[in-house]
């Protein structure tokens, strides 16, 4: 199986001012290697303050390692449900267009996609008035419909997605679930092994920034 | 993100602010035309009508220097926050940091092309007569565009790194209003510190619209180039330190 991103001894150190001259440093991740292989579903599980978000930043290429590096061949990879880029007087059409193209997708790509994602977005005669009228749970109905139709390449999926009222995340976990059985690159994010035992192929384990445990699950 | 892309991205997120900032109102897009008049009519009725000050014409002429003025101190007072203010956006997605306050630049940039059609149209209200020498603000507008990107970029990259500066960039921009001859003539201070004076881009950019649109004459075109030349130099100096600090600027905004 080919490689997609790998990573080797990432570490990333936040710095948290005390005064002019005086910091402290706090270690998010610390020497973390491992490589997530393209078509695969890999979970990532730990306790809170266990590095999953900080990790999930390096991923997407947010966040640039202070030690180590990180090697992807991704053209695209990002989180599965975005809330990034709302404009509250905007509607959620233009929205959508927004956060498409930021994520790197032409005009013409989103524009295609956009009867779907208003489809399957479920925000009827909302779709076309702005987002400061919708609920949360409408928000973020709009973040999982747009990122799941335009699909980059490697998917980050926090499990804890408030993805709306129960029926609604009845069909996000479907079609979380059609992306884990196809080819598509997925990583979920979680502090339930459970979850992560259900649907991932191979699992790492982090505790206070370091990697415990990486198994192989099927 | 190529810049291509890069481009077509930020075209269409300063069309969609703009057309964010007019659906708030209920007169929306009519307030582009409808601020600067009424901001024209207030300067009109106090200098012209209730004060009578400065002599005949000084409407006009502190008009013509304070709309390429507001261009610049608006602009660059909201980009200096755009890479604060765009936190949320970037901690989500990797998005070239310098999206944020080209965007700013754009939008106001659109608006300001209004703002000038209601100037002219101001000054033939007023009396002054169209000349050839306005078609001068074709290249003088591009010229003050080219230098806002610079400073824009500067001030927000600054602000990121220390955000102590965001309390000192109005004051800063404060000083240099009166230190670009927004409400005296240039000729009226010392010739010994006209050329020091004139250091500051945007006092010679105002003496150059005044030429072009009240006195009937083409601008220095010579300043014009200098400040065109150093505008994409410096651009080019912040497209490769924005580069380098991409990765930082979402750590570093974030505390």
Redesign the interface.
Known sequence: MSVIISLEQVGVRYRTRKSLFRHDYYDALSDVSFEVHRGETLGIVGNNGAGKSTLLKVLSGIYKPDSGRIVSSARKTSLLALQAGFDPNLNGRDNAVLMGMLMGYSRAQVYAELDNIEEYAELGDFFYQPIKTYSTGMRARLGFSTTSFLRPEVLLVDEVLGVGDKGFKAKATATVQDFIRSDQTVIIVSHSEQTINNLCDRVVELEKGRVIKLESLK | ?RIG?LI??IW??SR??L???A??NYLSYAWWFLEPIIQMLCYYTVFELLLNRGGPGYVEFLLVGLVPWLWFARTVNQASNSLINGR????????PKL?FPVVIVVQCSVKQLLVVAVLLLFLVLVGKPFSLHWLALIPLLLVQFLLIIPFALVTSLAVAYVADLKHVIPTAIQFMFFASGIFFNINDISTRYVDLFLLNPMAGLVVSYREAVLNNSWPDWSYLAIIALCSVLVLLLMVVLFQRAD??I??LVQ?
């Open positions: 993100m892309q077509s991205v269409e997120k969609l602010n057309k964010s900032e659906s708030t949320g956006m970037m901690n989500q997605l990797d998005i999206f990765k930082s979402a750590r505390e």
